[in-house]
Every structure is written in C-alpha cells, then in structure tokens.
C-alpha cells in the first residue's frame, strides 16, 4: 500500500518560512517524479512545483517562484517544500503527489496558514 | 499556460443516473510521444483528490466501471454511467503534457 506523509505545516506570519517534507513508502521512491499541488480555502486545485527523479530538475508556478524550492532525498524517501517570504495568499493545504504524467498518489497534506 | 475550462460548475444528479463533465483545454493535450496526457481526479469534502482517469480514458486501478473517460485534442467528458452515493464531491481535469501542470476549476456533483 502506498502510504504518503506529509508535514511541516502550521501558522506563520507574513514573511516567514516554513519546510514541508513528505515521506513516501510502498513504491520505488527513486523512479518517480515528485510534485506539490496545494488549495487554499474552499478553492480549487493548484500546482506548485515539481521535480524529476535524480532532481536535477526542477519546476515551479510562477506565485511561487523564487521564493519556493523543492528538493529530495532518495535515501529517505522524501520530499521537501521549502517556504519563504511567505504571504497570506500562500495559506492552503499542500498535497505531496507522485507525478508521471498525471498525479497517481496523493498524500493527506498539511495545512499552511499565513496569518498575523 | 494551458487553460482547462470545466462544465457544469455544479451538477445536481439523481442516484442511478447517468451524469458527465465537460473539461476543454486552451491548446491540443497531446504530448511529442503521442499521448494524451488528460486526465480526472475527484476529491469528497476532507480527502485529498484521487486520481480516477489517465490518458483521457484509463481507469485507474480500483476505479469502477462505471466511470469512463472520453474525447480528443482539446475536449474531454468524464461520463458515469449510474450515480452511486459515494459519487459526490469535486471533479477536477488535468492536463500534463506540458508545465505548469493546470487544472479545471472543478464540478461540484451533489445528490437531487
């Protein structure tokens, strides 16, 4: 059964960091392209980033770019999400999902809230 | 960017009928390797989204068969053949054959 574990979520105020990682087991981690999709309050679905297997490539939205980045270690089977310069548009739940040409797994997510 | 348009936004359905969902996008879905890479995720209310249709029209594993997938270039309809109760919730297309990935704006399918 595949199992994704997402966490690192919780309230900061504008501006701030957060780190999300999500740990994957029940399939061969180190094949797959790895992704974050997130949504914000009674909203719908929006991707945020992407990385490829080696995670030699990376891909961002554009709300997000420069101020996200993602990264793995396949040693641990896991994902991160790092946060910064955070604003109150940026508060939704973020979702970890494995990517190959459509999003396959999903994870439970973690709720970002950026608030003062 | 690719943008998908959804319709209905919502669909009141009546248990044991039919319902679909149209889903065109901005720009042809097909990928350089020849694939279509359009797919439908639906979401109930607290759960993450579960995919459920890849490729326009693969059920993904455990997916009834009363949910088919349809179309070709840019339109795309997410059939049920018979509305079960565990049907309810948001449908949502996807298209990735190119990113940024993007998504419908969702259908909302509720019991009449």
Excluded at chain 1, 73 to 88: E, G, I, W, Y
Excluded at chain 1, 108 to 115: E, M, P, R
Excluded at chain 2, 30 to 38: E, F, N, P, Q
Aim: overall charge positive; some cysteine.
């Amino acid at each position: 059964e595949v199992q994704m574990l997402a966490s690192g979520g919780g309230l900061v105020q504008p501006g701030g960091s957060l780190r999300l990682s999500c740990v994957v087991s029940g399939l061969n981690f180190n094949v797959y392209t790895m992704s974050w999709v997130r949504q914000a309050p009674r909203k719908g679905l929006e991707w945020v980033s992407s990385i490829t297997p080696s995670g030699v490539h990376t891909y961002y939205a554009d709300s997000v770019k420069g101020r996200f980045t993602i990264s793995r270690d396949n040693s641990k089977n896991t994902v991160h999400l790092q946060m910064n310069s955070l604003t109150a548009e940026d508060t939704a739940i973020h979702y970890c999902a494995t990517y190959e040409g459509h999003l396959t797994y999903w994870g439970q997510g973690t709720l970002v809230t950026v608030s003062s | 960017d690719i943008v998908m348009t959804q319709t209905p936004l919502s669909l009141p359905v009546t248990l044991g009928q039919p319902a679909s969902i149209s889903c065109r996008s901005s720009q042809s879905l097909v990928h350089s390797d020849g694939a279509t890479y359009l797919s439908w995720l639906h979401q109930r209310p607290g759960q993450p989204p579960r995919l459920l249709i890849y490729k326009i029209s693969k059920r993904f594993s455990g997916v009834p068969d009363r949910f088919s997938g349809s179309g070709a270039g840019t339109d795309f309809t997410l059939t049920i053949s018979r509305v079960e109760p565990e049907d309810v919730g948001v449908y949502y297309c996807m298209q990735a054959p190119q990113f940024p990935l993007t998504f419908g704006g969702g259908t909302k399918v509720e019991i009449k």
